[in-house]
């Protein structure tokens, strides 16, 4: 029997990015809507929207080279 460790690896890591989102918008602005109500809430989310924009410019950067870097290495 064999394991795929890349497998098992990139499963990890997706499984804690979704549990890392899930806590950042649904506990993290559940608590201020609980606390602070509605008007708080939405402005949490769109901070919290516009924090993770360099987070996600930068994976897109990085998928990009990825994918130039397999392109190049293909040839």
Known sequence: ????LRKYAHQTNVR???????????IGDGLIYYFYGKGAALLGLFCILAGLVPVILTMFVLVFL???RKRVDHD
């Open 16 to 26: 804690l990015i979704v549990g890392a989102l899930f806590l950042i918008f649904v």
């Open 66 to 68: 990825d994918w130039i």
């Open 1 to 4: 029997m064999t394991r795929d």
